[in-house]
C-alpha cells in the first residue's frame, strides 16, 4: 500500500515562498506520474500539478510560472516549490500518485496559509 506524507506547509505573506514535501512509502517499482492538488475552503480538491516519468510537466493556469513540481526518485519524494504566493493560493495541498491521469493515491495533506 503507497503512503505519501506531506510536510512543509505554514502560514506565509503574500509574495513570499514555501516548498512542499512528501515523502512515498510502499513504493515496489517507484512512482510513475505524481502531482499536487489542492482544496481550497468549501471549495472541491483540484490537480493543480501533474509530473510524469519522462519529466514532462503540467500545471494549471492559475499555477504556471509560480509552482515548479520536482522529484527525487532516490529519495522517493516529491516537491511543490511555490513562489509569488497569493491569498487565493491558500489551501490545504495534497501529494498524490496518478494511475491513467487519476489520483488513486494522496497524502493527509498539509496546510498553507497566505496572509498579512
Known amino acids: 500500500q503507497v503512503q505519501l506524507v506531506e510536510s512543509g506547509g505554514g502560514l506565509v505573506q503574500p509574495g513570499g515562498s514555501l516548498r512542499l514535501s512528501c515523502v512515498a512509502s510502499?513504493?515496489?517499482?517507484?512512482?510513475?506520474?505524481v502531482g499536487w492538488l489542492r482544496q481550497a475552503p468549501g471549495k472541491q480538491r483540484v490537480l493543480i500539478a501533474r509530473?510524469?516519468?519522462?519529466?514532462?510537466?503540467y500545471y494549471v493556469d492559475s499555477v504556471k510560472g509560480r509552482f515548479t513540481i520536482s522529484r527525487d526518485d532516490t529519495k522517493n519524494t516529491i516537491y511543490l516549490q511555490m513562489n509569488s504566493l497569493k491569498s487565493e493560493d491558500t489551501a490545504v495541498y495534497f501529494c498524490s500518485a496518478l494511475i491513467g491521469g487519476v489520483p488513486v493515491y494522496w497524502g493527509q495533506g498539509t496546510q498553507v496559509t497566505v496572509s498579512s
Open positions: 510502499g513504493v515496489d517499482e517507484g512512482l510513475s506520474t
Open positions: 509530473l510524469y516519468s519522462d519529466g514532462d510537466a
